[in-house]
């Protein structure tokens, strides 16, 4: 038998007492309550540690590609072939 599909998880939070009161007056200002106010945060940051995480790994493909580029380009034996494959692709379009 399989197992229900839970669609809610409960966490517990401990928190100083001044922030719950903090928490508590944001919240009666902005009329919402501690659970929305603290569920619309938690996507909040979550958002935008996902964003930061994909900046991150878009940065580190960059740096990849072009430590890449530069370990070739310092290799002779790979900079003679690009070479000779430039300049035989030159001499093939003059013939």
């Known amino acids: 038998m ?3 599909k839970r669609d809610k998880i409960t966490r517990t939070v401990r928190l100083d007492v001044e922030v719950d009161e903090r928490l508590q007056v944001v919240c009666k200002r902005l009329g919402v309550t501690l659970n929305s106010f603290l569920i619309g945060a938690i996507g909040e940051a979550i958002v935008r540690h996902e964003s930061q995480m ?3 790994s878009g940065v580190m493909d960059v740096i990849r590609d072009a430590i890449g580029s530069m370990v070739a380009a310092a290799d002779p034996e ?3 072939k690009r070479m000779k494959e430039a300049l035989g692709d ?3 379009k003059a013939h």
Do not use: K, N, T
């Open 78 to 80: 790979a900079m003679e």
């Open 54 to 56: 994909r900046i991150e």
């Open 2 to 4: 399989a197992a229900p």
């Open 90 to 92: 030159d001499q093939d």
